[in-house]
């Protein structure tokens, strides 16, 4: 089943350790800003964010 990994900056370190743990080390992974920079940001930021990283998970999708 193709997927892609969300992760945030703060977490690339633990997804990727995961990734090899369960054996896909080099899955697609399409990373998220740091929680901070977006939780109180205007809905704008936060729209532009969403739309990025939903074309980064198609592109990733589709190789």
């Known amino acids: 089943m193709p997927s892609v990994v969300l992760v ?3 977490f690339i ?12 080390p080099n899955a697609p992974m399409v990373v998220l800003p740091k929680t901070e920079l977006t939780e109180y ?4 930021v936060v729209r532009n ?4 990283a939903v074309e980064l998970i198609i ?5």
Request: charged share 30%; proline share 4%; no cysteine.
């Open 13 to 24: 370190t633990l997804a990727k350790a995961s990734m090899r743990g369960n054996g896909v």
């Open 41 to 44: 940001a205007e809905p704008d």
């Open 8 to 10: 945030t900056e703060r």
């Open 49 to 52: 964010v969403a739309n990025e």
């Open 59 to 63: 592109a990733q999708l589709r190789g």
